[in-house]
């Protein structure tokens, strides 16, 4: 299917082209230079298109260059005269007739010399504008070169599209959300280049690499170009000798390489050659002189060049140059282990093991799993079946990854090898799976079996895990620090120590010690799985945010966010997941939906029950913060149906999510009984800092006696914004405008906006009540400024300040029922009081709002801003 491909406005230059078009003094037109498929072109056309006048374009072209004036020929018609000077002349009387003339030249480096001479005067004399497009890296003549350089015209070097371009470009052709990390490769692949851009996504259509998952577009694996992308770049290698070719092929399945290693197989002057005509860059890395293609794009087209024998030959000769070197880091042992796969050379299943192992560190699960699969076809045995069932676990794949650990007998296994089983089953049965009972069985086997101090450690770390997520956080923290506190600790340990530990304090109120617990993982993520950094980032996230350092909670969600492969998309997801945090707990609700959306779409997977969890709550809110009931509901339900015992710490923050919904339908009274039952759960589980979040939106939909709790328990929770929780309370029992403006000011400064905008509307109402009109208005206005800062929020203290009704909280609640169409029995039902309570609640709030009926009140409720 053919796809419409958009116009992307470049604001500026296009500006500056128009007015440079239809100026009367000064420069008489534009020069636009910038790389092949830039947009060069498309901007040109654009702009002359809107300025009017009588527009000719012409196009130079190789073939043109040997005829004088040839550019021209169908503009000005066949010569009278053999001397050049008249030739010109008569030209120029022929193009000029009709006047008003605006001329275009399209690739004006390939204009020959009479071409190029008669646009310069045209320039010289002003006698028309000119606009003229010139490819970068190409010989210009003289006359095209003096067009900008004496100030004829004015010279736009055009650069390529940015990310946020590139984003809307795609996007629009593709008519819906494009993947944040897909937008990121296929932009590095591009270079921002709109040509490229446009064959990379239709190539990866075509391969359907690029599909719709959740509404969000997604590319899962190479973007591969189009045969008609790969024509316009094989010319630039068409024409090289063959050294310089065989350098590109070299480089093609391995980049980067090392500069000396290139150098032996291909000889120095070649790789020399290479470089100086801009195909290749070398660049110091680490120890190391690298080299990479200048575009990404080459490597596809030298490849598709390539048969298979001959690929397998020249992967055979890499391995062999680098198998001897050193293989150090996890980079060399993958690219390593990547080129032996498909070379004529034997491969090694234990650098396939090794390799399989360094690729889940560095979250690239797929990878892993391919060579995990290939070393236990060579027989690697065990080692390569436990990374092969981690990798399947991962990627969703748990009923795949309870069949390859059942290949092997657990009763034979010991040692280290029924650690790394047990451990391995764990994770699958509890996280993926969801079976948190059959995930205890294997925790006390493992528990029963293991006597060695090291794994004992391991069991200590992997137990603080697994209590975290069935919610019995004092013995999740109090197995986390008999890890932490033993310097003897291995990295599994001490990982699986940190995931538990770390969400334990932060939930609990010690947000102050999870830094600790942040930087020993950082230590020792290099030497496990790379996806067990981003729940454990979960504990550092909330840390934070719980406390108030909503600004280190941003930068430390930023640090997981470097990505280099589609293979790594469920790290990715994860990234999502915290950053979404750190914009909920900031009121930024557009953009906490957006990231949970796409996180969500990353997993994709029934499995992935307990990694996407955070998003689904956070969702929930998000979408009840903006007034998106129908999704908001839909999200309840998604996460209600994934609930259990395997995801029990998130229950309290579920609670809340309903609290939010509630209030999202007008039920402020149920949204607040919903959060108070959340804060009792809260704190019956140990997770001090969420019951005050709990008691703090209960607060926020009307409940003015959380006070004395929030005062008992602000001294357990680290940071000040339990404190600010406490004071915005107060002020709410006592309707003290001038303490709630303080307080919204307080919630602004530590970046809680959306409770800042709360406070703000509920200190307007207070100075309304008390008759100060003008600072009601100054409250209001920060209310209303706050609220568009979260993507218009609404919430019960902005809906009441928007629209001051003289009802109770109750009889409010019951018009709100009335508007949404429920019957009388319906209401009682919902709000558990009897028919005749509610008749009294709509006959009270139509006497205060001087209504005939409950027909009324609806139609009145039904118009009134939200």
């Known amino acids: 299917m053919a796809r419409l491909w958009p116009m992307i406005t470049r604001g500026l230059e296009y500006d500056t082209i128009t007015t440079a078009l239809t100026s009367t003094s000064g420069e008489c037109g534009v020069v636009l230079t910038g790389s092949a498929g830039v947009g060069k072109t498309t901007l040109a056309r654009q702009a002359t298109s809107s300025v009017g006048g009588n527009v000719r374009w012409v196009a130079g072209t190789e073939s043109a260059r040997s005829i004088p004036l040839g550019v021209f020929a169908h503009l000005v018609g066949s010569r009278t005269s053999s001397d050049p000077v008249s030739y010109m002349a008569a030209a120029r009387e022929s193009l000029l007739a009709d006047g008003n003339l605006v001329i275009g030249v399209d690739d004006a480096h390939l204009l020959d010399e009479m071409s190029a001479t008669f646009l310069h005067h045209l320039a010289i004399d002003r006698s028309a504008h000119i606009i003229a497009t010139v490819r970068d890296g190409e010989a210009v003549p003289d006359a095209v070169i003096s067009l900008w350089k004496d100030g004829h015209l004015h010279r736009i070097d055009l650069q390529p599209f940015t990310r946020e371009q590139s984003v809307e470009y795609i996007e629009s052709a593709l008519g819906g959300r494009l993947e944040g990390l897909s937008a990121d490769l ?74 000396d290693v290139l150098a032996d ?112 076809s060579a027989g690697a045995g065990f080692p390569a079946a436990a990374v092969l069932a981690r990798a399947q676990l991962y990627a969703g794949d748990a009923a795949e990854s309870e069949r390859t650990l059942a290949e092997f007998d ?149 640090d997981f966010r470097e990505f280099s492969s589609a293979g790594q998309y469920l790290a990715w997801g994860m990234s999502c997941v915290l950053t979404g945090i750190v914009d909920l707990a900031q009121g930024l609700l557009d953009d906490a939906a957006v990231r949970c959306e796409q996180a969500l779409a990353a997993f994709d997977s ?67 009984q919903r959060a108070r039952d959340a804060a009792r759960f809260a704190a019956a589980s140990g997770q001090t800092a969420i019951e005050a979040e709990a008691l703090h939106f209960a607060a926020r939909c009307g409940d003015h006696g959380v006070a004395d709790r929030l005062s008992e328990i602000a001294g357990r929770v680290d940071g000040e914004l339990v404190d600010i929780y406490l004071r915005h309370a107060l002020a709410l029992a006592a309707d003290d405008g001038a303490e709630l403006d303080s307080c919204a000011r307080q919630f602004e400064r530590v970046g809680a906006l959306l409770s800042a905008a709360d406070a703000a509307a509920a200190a307007a109402m207070a100075h309304d009540r008390a008759g100060r009109r003008t600072a009601a208005a100054t409250s209001s206005a920060a209310a209303i400024r706050l609220a568009a800062r979260c993507g218009g929020a609404r919430t019960p203290a902005l809906t009441l300040a928007a629209q001051p009704l003289p009802l109770t909280t109750r009889e409010r609640e019951i018009a709100t029922l009335v508007a949404a169409g429920l019957s009388n029995k319906q209401i009682a039902d919902r709000l558990t009081v009897s028919v005749r309570t509610v008749e009294g609640h709509i006959y009270r709030a139509c006497t205060k709002l001087d209504l005939s009926d409950r027909a009324e009140l609806a139609t009145m409720l039904q118009g009134a801003p939200g």
């Open 606 to 672: 029934e499995s992935a029950s307990s990694w996407g969890f955070p998003a689904r709550i956070a969702l929930v809110e998000a979408y009840s913060g903006l007034g998106r009931v129908e999704e908001a509901e839909s999200a309840l339900t998604d996460a209600i149906r994934r609930s259990g015992r395997h995801v029990a710490v998130y229950e309290p923050q579920l609670r809340i999510s309903k609290a939010w919904l509630a209030a999202a339908h007008g039920l402020v009274g149920e949204a607040a």
């Open 410 to 558: 657990v009763a034979d296994i010991d040692g280290a090898e029924l650690v790394w089983w047990a451990v391995t089953r764990i994770s699958n049965l509890l996280w993926a799976m969801g079976e948190s009972e059959r995930a205890d069985e294997a925790l006390a086997l493992l528990d029963s079996r293991v006597k060695s101090p090291a794994g004992r450690l391991t069991v200590a770390g992997i137990t603080a895990a697994v209590k975290l997520f069935e919610n019995e956080i004092d013995e999740a923290i109090t197995n986390a620090r008999t890890v932490l506190d033993d310097p003897t600790a291995n990295p599994w340990a001490v990982g699986f120590a940190c995931l538990g530990g770390g969400l334990s304090l932060a939930v609990s109120g010690h947000g102050n010690e999870v830094a600790e617990v942040a930087a020993r993982m950082d230590e020792v993520v290099a030497h496990t799985d790379g996806l067990l950094r981003y729940p454990a980032g979960t504990g550092q996230i909330l840390g934070l945010t719980l406390s108030g350092r909503m600004d280190d909670a941003r930068r430390a969600a930023n």
């Open 186 to 259: 296929m932009w590095r692949a591009s270079g921002g280049n709109a040509l490229y851009l446009h064959h990379l996504v239709d190539g990866a259509l075509e391969s359907e690499t690029l599909k719709q998952v959740r509404g969000v577009w997604q590319l899962r694996g190479r973007a591969e170009v189009t045969s008609e992308l790969a024509s316009l770049l094989e010319g630039r290698i068409e024409q090289l000798d063959g050294d310089v070719k065989r350098v590109l092929r070299l480089l093609t399945f391995c980049e980067p390489l090392d500069l």
């Open 265 to 376: 197989l291909a000889g120095e002057d070649a790789v020399d050659e290479a470089e100086t005509r801009g195909l290749i860059r070398v660049s110091r890395e680490s120890d190391r002189l690298a080299v990479r293609y200048t575009h990404p794009l080459f490597g596809d087209v030298v490849r598709r060049r390539l048969g298979v024998t001959a690929s397998r030959r020249l992967r055979g000769e890499l391995v062999k140059a680098m198998r001897h070197g050193a293989l150090s880091t996890a980079a060399d042992r993958i690219r390593l282990a990547q080129l032996a796969l498909d070379s004529d050379e034997t491969v090694d299943k234990g650098l396939l093991t090794a390799a399989a192992n360094d690729a889940i560190s560095l979250a690239k699960v797929p990878l892993g799993a391919q060579f995990a699969t290939a070393a236990l």
